[in-house]
Structures are given as C-alpha cells and as structure tokens.
C-alpha cells in the first residue's frame, strides 16, 4: 500500500479556500485517491475520490498532477462547521481494505 | 432506517467481561469492517468481511472474534475485555469494489 503524507494540523479564517495538500509517491498504476472527513464523536464520512486531473462535487475539488504522486483536497470558503480531521487516503484495485493515518486536523476560526 | 446502526452507543465493562458491540446495515453492502480509534493512534482495521461467511483479520485482530452470518450483521466480540481494548469502535460498510466506506457512529468502549 502506497503511503501518504499531510500536514498534521492547519488553521484558516472562515470564508477562505483551504488547500490540503497530501503526497503518495509509492502510488500505483491502479491506485485511486480518496478523502473522508471525520467530525469529533463521528465516523468518518466520504468526500471525494478520483483517479487524475480534476473532481468536483458539492463539498470539495480533488486535483490530481499528471505524475499522481500528490493530490489536494480543496475546501471553497471553509465556514465553522468545516473543523474536523481531513484524512487522505490511496485506495487500490480489489477488496483491499482502507488504511487511515492521523489526518490533517483542520481548525477554521471566525 | 435506513442506514448503517452499531449498538450500544456507550458501554462500560470490566476487565475479564465478553463484550459483544453490534453492527447492522439495512443496503445488503458486501463488505463490512471494524475499526477502533485512539488518541495517537487514529483509525486501525481489526477485522473485515467481504461478504457472509467470509471475514479476514486486519491490523489489531488479537482479543476479538467477528462473524457474519447474515450479510446486513457484523458482530465484534471480545473474548475477555482489557483496559487496553478501552476505545472508540467505528463499524463501516461498502457496496463495491472502490465505492466509499459509510461508517457507524460509534461505539465508545471504556473497560474499567
């Protein structure tokens, strides 16, 4: 499993984009990249999953390089409610089960 | 409800004590998984079941035991409960090969 690293902790004022930025150079070819947010005293809930170049949806971006040894997850005008643990993970082909690590702990300050 | 429920929510124990944690999945996902959460620690896997029948031991195994005998049922029992098993256990559940992990609420352990 190719393994991923992000900043322990980041702070930002409400109303400003949030870039977390996680590196996985052991990527693999069949490797997708995925994020969960975990709310404390809540399971983690899936954001957003992609393969390369660019995901949106309702809650955030996912850009992807072209060498997909790195991603960001981005957070447009991030309000209070958006404090919680972002955690990146690398997702393989097949049943193989998600491993998490400690997450960026992400403190949004009025 | 639909949904993904573990039950109790809160559970205290005693050391020595089998404790069996619940989990129930109303969308017949495939996959199924144990994870318990500590400080410093973040999520670690103990068991996963790819389907009925089927289950596999993940990162922290020792001290638990898991079956599935129906697929919508995942439970997570512990032989002879330790302080150490003193935790945060999140049940999840997935459709499909790359589909998102939908997670539990939780059930937060203490064992006195």
């Known amino acids: 499993l190719a393994k991923t690293t992000q900043p322990i902790s980041m702070d930002s004022y409400e109303g400003q984009e949030v870039n977390i930025t996680c590196s996985h150079n052991n990527i693999a070819t069949n490797d997708y990249i995925t994020w969960y947010q975990q709310f404390p005293s809540q399971g983690p809930r899936f954001i957003i999953q992609?393969?390369?170049t660019k995901v949106t949806n309702e809650v955030a971006s996912l850009f992807i390089p072209a060498d997909r040894k790195s991603s960001t997850l981005s957070l447009p005008r991030v309000s209070l409610s958006d404090t919680a643990v972002y955690y990146c993970l690398v997702r393989p082909a097949g049943n193989t089960p998600l491993v998490f690590g400690k997450g960026t702990r992400l403190s949004v300050i009025a | 409800d639909a949904g993904i429920t573990q039950s109790p929510r809160y559970k205290i124990t005693e050391t020595g004590r089998q404790v069996t944690l619940m989990c129930h999945q109303t969308w017949s996902h495939s996959y199924m998984f144990w994870y318990r959460q500590d400080l410093g620690h973040g999520l670690r896997l103990i068991y996963y079941?790819?389907?009925?029948?089927?289950?596999d031991k993940g990162e922290v195994p020792d001290g638990y035991v898991v079956s599935r005998s129906k697929t919508e049922n995942f439970p997570l029992t512990l032989e002879s409960a330790t302080r150490s098993q003193t935790s945060v256990y999140f049940c999840?559940?997935?459709?499909?090969?790359?589909?998102?992990?939908?997670f539990g609420s939780g059930t937060r352990l203490t064992v006195v």
């Open positions: 992609g393969y390369k």
């Open positions: 999840a559940s997935s459709g499909r090969d790359r589909d998102g992990y939908t």
């Open positions: 079941s790819a389907a009925a029948d089927i289950t």
